[in-house]
Nanobody, 115 residues
């Protein structure tokens, strides 16, 4: 089992920045991927960024060049630095971690970008 606690969401103007953090606890030694999904009202949840325990990184095309994911394996924390935020980035952001074939989710943090 893995528990995930997120922080760092909020309200920001377009063009601004936010940093999300997610701390994992529990069976962290076996975690493979950690990352972030988001879900906007009326839309499906989508993968924003993920990083494997070996350092392999994937991004959603629309955030490439603006968002940066990083991972502190020693402390089991994953970060999402979001720059040049746009109104279309407004969503609930969910941290997730994969343990073997199971995904664990955080409670979600709201990110609202005002135009």
């Amino acid at each position: 089992q893995v528990q995930l606690v997120e922080s760092g969401g909020g309200l920001v103007q377009a063009g601004g920045s936010l940093r999300l953090s997610c701390a994992a606890s529990g069976s962290t030694i076996s975690i493979n991927y950690m990352g972030w999904h988001r879900q906007a009202p009326g839309k499906q949840r989508e993968l924003v960024a993920r990083v494997s325990n070996a350092g392999s990184i994937n991004y959603l095309d629309s955030v490439k060049g603006r968002f940066t994911i990083s991972r502190d394996n020693l402390n089991n924390i994953v970060y999402l630095q979001m720059n040049s935020l746009k109104s279309e980035d407004t969503a609930v952001y969910y941290c997730y971690a994969t343990l073997y074939s199971t995904a664990f989710w955080g409670q979600g943090t709201q990110v609202t970008v005002s135009s």
